[in-house]
Nanobody
Framework: QVQLVESGGGLVQAGGSLRLSCAASGRTFSRYTMGWFRQAPGKEREFVAAITWSSGRTYYADSVKGRSTISRDNAKNTVYLEMNSLKPEDTAVYYC????????????????WGQGTQVTVSS
């Protein structure tokens, strides 16, 4: 069992930056691929970024590539999403998720989810 708690969301002006954190409980955190997803009002949840447990390989959605960095600290059981050059279209609830199987892109691949943290980008 893994419990995930996100933090770091808030209101920021366009062009600004935020660093989201996801603290995980569970002794096997290091064995999970960790992902970030987001859901804007009236839209479906979408993949943002992921980092594998084994090699630390990272994956990004095209919409955030070059502006965001996902990282993890297994010693702290924490995964981070740093977002720069934020745009109003980045406004959404951001969710952290843990996956102990294959794949990284689809939400259905993930076994555990956090409660989400709101990110609002004003123009």
């Amino acid at each position: 069992q893994v419990q995930l708690v996100e933090s770091g969301g808030g209101l920021v002006q366009a062009g600004g930056s935020l660093r989201l954190s996801c603290a995980a409980s569970g002794r096997t955190f290091s064995r999970y691929t960790m992902g970030w997803f987001r859901q804007a009002p009236g839209k479906e949840r979408e993949f943002v970024a992921a980092i594998t447990w084994s090699s630390g390989r990272t994956y990004y959605a095209d919409s955030v590539k070059g502006r965001s960095t996902i990282s993890r600290d297994n010693a702290k059981n924490t995964v981070y999403l740093e977002m720069n050059s934020l745009k109003p279209e980045d406004t959404a609830v951001y969710y952290c998720a843990a996956n102990n199987g294959g794949g990284y892109y689809y939400g259905s691949s993930y076994d555990y989810w956090g409660q989400g943290t709101q990110v609002t980008v004003s123009s």
